[in-house]
Structure formats: C-alpha cells, structure tokens
Nanobody
Framework: QLRIVESGGGLVQSGGSLRLTCVVSGFTMDYYSMGWFRQAPGQEREGVSCISASDGTTYYADSAKGRFTISRDNTKNTVYLQMNSLKPEDTAVYYC???????????????????WGQGTQVIVSS
C-alpha cells in the first residue's frame, strides 16, 4: 500500500532552519518526480520545490530560491526539504507528493501529483 509520511515540522523563530523529511513506502520512488508543496490557512496549495528522478534536477518556487534545498535518497525512499532563513510567511502545512511520472519544471503545480502525505505543520514566529 502506497504511503507518504512527512515529518520535521515545528515552531521556529524567524531566520531559523528546519529540515523536512518525506518517507515513501509501498512503491519505489526511483522513477518518479517528487515535490514539496505548502498550504497556508485560507490559501491555495502552492508548489515549493520539485526534484526529478532521472538526474536529480531541482526546481524551486521564487519564494524558496536561495533558502530551501530539496534532495532525495532513493536508497532510503526519502525526500528532504532543507529550509533556511525561514520567514513568518513560510508558515504553512507542508506536503510531500509523488508524481506518476518523471517530470519537473519551474512551474510547480499540483497536477500530476497523485500521491500525497498528510502534511507537517511549520510555524515561523516573528
């Protein structure tokens, strides 16, 4: 049974760091792009970052560029999101998702990502 579980969220002060972890089970993520998304209260879910399967190419939303780093360890079926220099506007529930094929672009949309975790809450205090 396919399962995606995120962890690593929490409360952090502005300027701090967090590393989110996404563990995938029930399928081998070697051939699938993986993405991180976030949703703040009252807002739509937005793409944060995507990493391809074929060569590990990474893409970031403008809000994440220079501060966040996505990585993957296929041997552990795990994806990470290192978040540095956090800002209050980064406060959201962060979701990990798997796309049913290997494709990433700078336009990180939810379409095509069919498998989702339950999310992990990130709160950045000012």
């Amino acid at each position: 049974q396919l399962r995606i579980v995120e962890s690593g969220g929490g409360l952090v002060q502005s300027g701090g760091s967090l590393r989110l972890t996404c563990v995938v089970s029930g399928f081998t993520m070697d051939y699938y792009s993986m993405g991180w998304f976030r949703q703040a209260p009252g807002q739509e879910r937005e793409g944060v970052s995507c990493i391809s399967a074929s060569d590990g190419t990474t893409y970031y939303a403008d809000s994440a560029k220079g501060r966040f780093t996505i990585s993957r360890d296929n041997t552990k079926n795990t994806v990470y999101l290192q978040m540095n220099s956090l800002k209050p506007e980064d406060t959201a529930v962060y979701y990990c998702a798997a796309r049913g094929w290997d494709y990433c672009s700078g336009d990180i949309r939810t379409s095509g990502f069919g498998s989702w975790g339950q999310g992990t809450q990130v709160i950045v205090s000012s």
